[in-house]
């Protein structure tokens, strides 16, 4: 694991495992020009939603944010549904 990633870890008593991968093989993993992961955290910091990968057509996934993941946000956050 690179010094860096060392540091902030023990700097902020980070206790899970960190998972550190060369620029070149975080290259090979981007599709479609970036990460495949959407990740909902609520304010104590406990994650509540996670989902791996995704369309790569925009008006499916407009369709999925606005089917999934817009209602646990606005849960999350106390909002009525829109």
């Given at each position: 694991?690179?010094?860096?990633?060392e540091?902030?870890k023990?700097?902020h008593?980070?206790?899970?495992?960190?998972?550190?991968?060369?620029?070149?093989?975080c290259?090979?993993?981007?599709?479609?020009?970036?990460?495949?992961?959407?990740?909902?955290?609520?304010?104590?910091?406990?994650?509540?939603?996670?989902?791996?990968?995704?369309?790569?057509d925009?008006?499916k996934?407009?369709?999925?944010?606005?089917?999934?993941?817009?209602?646990?946000?606005?849960?999350?956050?106390?909002?009525?549904?829109?």
């Open positions: 694991m690179p010094v860096t990633v540091r902030i023990k700097e008593q980070i206790q899970y495992l960190i998972a550190s991968l060369s620029k070149s093989e290259e090979r993993l981007k599709l479609a020009g970036g990460y495949p992961v959407n990740i909902i955290v609520d304010k104590t910091g406990r994650i509540t939603a996670y989902q791996l990968a995704g369309s790569g925009s008006s996934a407009k369709l999925f944010y606005k089917a999934v993941w817009l209602p646990k946000i606005d849960s999350l956050l106390g909002i009525n549904a829109r």
